[in-house]
């Protein structure tokens, strides 16, 4: 079987939106034995940017999907007898798979979208010259000034304002049966936080008037981000939340 090779994915940034509900961009959520910091993003189309932002990740689901299922044909090309006829018979149950929903209120549309980002906080490196060790992520988190937020400014909570960088990680999982793209979270700059009471080079720019975090003393510094290279992740974060 080949080495699976890294595909450097575009980055995006996102317009600013309300945060969803159960947001880990503080701290990452440990769920179902995996560590991952994640995110629902509420946009409306009626703001600035959204519309053009919804058409680039929708897109990038399509391209992601059109991409997966030729290499599925590729690869059964490359296959006989009752592999081959297996592959080819999954293809066609393959759905398209996007990380945007539309937001309801009492199983009512409210016009407004639903974006998911997660990236897992920690992993093994799956091939390499580090293949088998462990690595660690420490999502970067920006003011509203681009300043960096430590434990002063408390866990960001849902009502929070923020934009969030992501890659458009394209992927196809046959044995899930989806193929599209997902929202691979990089960093997050908060406009105007709302914090819950316990504390826990980006793409953005300096907005005037926004969330400020307070400033840290040497002793409460951030940590610096673990010493991860794209390589590390290229899986891991293909799943639903």
């Not at 890659?167 to 046959?174: I, P």
């Not at 193929?179 to 720019?205: H, I």
């Not at 008037?209 to 002793?219: D, R």
Request: glycine content about 10%; aromatic content about 8%.
């Amino acid at each position: 079987m080949a080495q699976a090779k890294y595909v450097k994915n575009e980055m995006i940034v996102s317009p600013t939106g309300l945060l969803g509900s159960f947001p880990a961009l503080s701290d990452p959520d440990l769920f179902n034995d995996k560590l991952e910091y994640k995110a629902s993003l509420i946009l409306d189309p009626a703001d600035e940017g959204v519309g053009a932002f919804i058409e680039k990740v929708n897109a990038a689901a399509q391209a992601g999907f059109d991409d997966g299922i030729q290499a599925l044909k590729d690869a059964a090309e490359e296959l006989g007898g009752k592999k081959k006829a297996t592959l080819l018979a999954q293809i066609p149950t393959i759905i398209l798979s996007s990380p945007i929903s539309d937001e309801y209120d009492d199983d009512e549309p409210t016009g407004r979208f639903i974006l998911f980002f997660k990236r897992p906080a920690k992993g093994v490196f799956r091939f390499g010259k580090k293949e088998g060790q462990e690595w660690t992520f420490d999502l970067p988190l920006f003011d509203a000034k681009v300043g960096q937020m430590g434990k002063k400014a408390g866990a960001i909570a849902e009502g929070s304002l923020v934009k969030l960088e992501a890659e458009l990680n394209k992927y196809c999982a046959g044995g899930i049966g989806r193929a599209g793209v997902s929202l691979r979270l990089c960093s997050a700059q908060v406009m105007e936080l709302v914090a819950r009471d316990t504390p826990a080079g980006s793409s953005f720019t300096s907005h005037e008037g926004g969330y400020e975090a307070p400033e840290e003393s040497e002793e409460d510094e951030l940590p610096e981000a673990g010493d991860l290279s794209a390589e590390q992740e290229l899986a891991d974060d293909n799943e639903d939340f």
